[in-house]
C-alpha cells in the first residue's frame, strides 16, 4: 500500500526537511517502488527486545523515549498530519538516541475532530514491555517504585493532540526525578516487594 499523490504531497509540504521525519518519495508510482532518507538505527521493536540495563537506567531511557514520542507527535499535530500506523516497528531509534519516524503510507491530515488513536499502539506497547521488564527487578525503594507505576501510568494515556503538553509536563518532571534519584532506583528492595508488583498494580501483601 502507498500514499495517493495527494497524501505524498501533503506529507513533502508540510514535514518534508523536518530533521524527526522520514518522508517517502516513489520513483515509480506505479510499480510502488518506494525511496526514503536511510535513518540508520534499530526499530524501537528491536531496541527493547535487546534491552538490557538496572531499574535506574531503564527509567530514563524510557521516559527519554517517551518523551521524543510526545515531542514527535506534537510537531505531526501542530502541521496537521496523521501518521496513521504508528507502531514500535515504525519508530526507528538513532545512534544517538534520537527518534525517527518511517512507514508514512497511510498518513494523512488530520482533522480536528479525529483522535490520533495511531499513537495507542506505539504507547500501549512501550507501556506493557515497561512494566513487564521494571516489576521483575528486585530493586527499588517504596517511592521509587511509585514514581515506576506512575511512569506505566502516563505511558496509557488515550488521549487527543491537546492533550500532549499536559503528558509532556509530566514527563519532563519524572525524567528530572529518575535523574536525581538513581540510587533509589537501584537499592534492594524489600524482599516482599517482587511478589506485591504485579501488573495490575500494587497488592496488599498478606
Known sequence: IRPSPRQLQFITDRVGGAPWAVVPTYLNPSEGISIAPWAPGVSLYDWLAAYHGDLATLAQDVTRVAQDLVGLLRQLADAGIEHGDLKTPSVIRATDGSLRLIDWEHADALTPIRRLEDTEDVFESLAGWFWETARHMASGTEEARKKIRELHTLLQ??????????????LDALAGWFSQHRDALNAPAARHQDAVYVHVGPVAHP
Open 157 to 170: 494515556i488515550e488521549g487527543t493532540h491537546e492533550d500532549w503538553p499536559v503528558l509532556q509536563r509530566h
